[in-house]
Nanobody, 134 residues
Framework: QVQLVESGGGLVQAGGSLRLSCAPS????????MGWFRQAPGKEREFVAA????????SYADSVKERFTISRDNAKNTVYLQMNSLKPEDTAVYHC???????????????????????????WGQGTQVTVSS
């Protein structure tokens, strides 16, 4: 079982920056795929960014490319989402998610579950609110 705890949300003006953190507990996630999703009021949850812990491959939603960066700190077992040039439409609850992906000895993922699909992920955090004022 993996517990995910997000932090770093808050209120920021348009054009500002925030850095979200996701600290998995209960198990190391060094072989996982980690994702960030967000849900705005009245809207469905949507993909934001994801990263394979092994190899560091990343994926981003078009709406956040060039503005958001997902990264990891192996020593702290923590995933980050750096959000720059924030817009009012980025306002949402941001959720961290984890998928325990299996890997071959050559470093290839052994399942083809897409990084940007909610159904891929097995564990979810409660979320942290990000509000961007205009």
């Amino acid at each position: 079982q993996v517990q995910l705890v997000e932090s770093g949300g808050g209120l920021v003006q348009a054009g500002g920056s925030l850095r979200l953190s996701c600290a998995p507990s209960g198990r190391t996630v060094s072989s996982y795929t980690m994702g960030w999703f967000r849900q705005a009021p009245g809207k469905e949850r949507e993909f934001v960014a994801a990263m394979h812990w092994i190899g560091g491959r990343t994926s981003y939603a078009d709406s956040v490319k060039e503005r958001f960066t997902i990264s990891r700190d192996n020593a702290k077992n923590t995933v980050y989402l750096q959000m720059n040039s924030l817009k009012p439409e980025d306002t949402a609850v941001y959720h961290c998610a984890a998928h325990p992906r299996r890997w071959s000895l050559t470093g290839q993922p052994m399942d083809a579950k897409p990084m940007d699909a909610m159904s891929t992920y097995d564990y979810w955090g409660q979320g942290t609110q990000v509000t961007v004022s205009s």
